[in-house]
């Protein structure tokens, strides 16, 4: 089976940069997949990652390490609005279905 | 405006009671998914269908059944075997082979099971 780790809860200041940590134990890895989701909201894609490296998108980046099974998100220039929770998710199987962590709880604060 | 719509946004049935979610999707996507979540958790697989006419269990399959007669919808049923039904359920889409795997949400929906 797949399992993900990720910190339950992070606290930040609005300007600010914060980094979401997700380790994985898994077999026939594709990729590894970050969401957004809002209290009560759907989640929304955010970045995926299928070889090492960063990959950067505006204020996101996500990194991947194959070889650590670790991958991270960061998020720079924080604002109100990325209080969310956030999930990191494995690829896996014939369909590349996603295995999902528990989320981290992300709060900035003014 | 294309897009997933689940139907109703908040359910109540009575312990015992089978139910049967909505979920249609008109992005043209072939693959299509079923997820649990409570609270403070992450989404469970329940089910998942990549073609017409075919789906296959995901983590959490007991309790549940699902269809998929037509590409633009897959309804998933809460029968009365599931123990503890009570949770928020989001259906998802993805376009087979998308390099990214990225997979789009419905607004999801509340049942409780009093």
């Known amino acids: 089976g797949q399992s993900l780790e990720q910190p339950s809860e992070v606290t930040a200041v609005e300007g600010a940069i914060v980094q979401m940590n997700c380790t994985y134990q898994?077999?026939?890895?594709?990729?590894l997949s970050w969401y957004q989701q809002h209290d009560g909201g759907a989640p929304t894609f955010l970045s995926y990652?299928?070889?090492?490296g960063l990959e950067e998108t505006g204020r996101f980046s996500s990194f991947l390490s194959r070889s650590d099974s670790y991958g991270y998100l960061l998020l720079q220039e924080l604002q109100m609005k990325d209080s969310a929770s956030y999930f990191c998710?494995?690829?896996?199987?014939?369909?590349?279905?996603?295995?999902f962590g528990s989320g981290t709880q992300l709060t900035v604060l003014p | 405006d294309g897009g997933i719509t689940q139907s109703p946004k908040y359910l109540f049935r009575k312990e015992g009671q089978n139910v049967t979610l909505s979920c249609e999707q008109n992005?043209?996507?072939?693959?299509m998914y079923w997820y649990r979540q409570d609270p403070g958790q992450g989404l469970r697989l329940i089910y998942y269908?990549?073609?017409?006419?075919?789906?296959q269990k995901g983590d959490i399959a007991e309790g549940y059944s699902v269809s998929r007669e037509k590409k633009e919808s897959f309804p998933l049923t809460v029968t009365s075997a599931q123990k503890n039904p009570t949770a928020f359920y989001l259906c998802?889409?993805?376009?087979?082979?998308?390099?990214?795997?990225?997979?789009?949400f419905g607004p999801g929906t509340r049942l409780t099971v009093l």
């Open positions: 992005l043209n996507h072939d693959a």
């Open positions: 898994t077999s026939g890895f594709y990729g």
């Open positions: 998710a494995v690829s896996t199987g014939s369909a590349r279905q996603l295995t």
């Open positions: 269908s990549q073609i017409v006419n075919d789906f």
């Open positions: 998802a889409s993805s376009l087979a082979g998308a390099p990214n795997n990225e997979q789009f």
């Open positions: 990652n299928a070889l090492d």
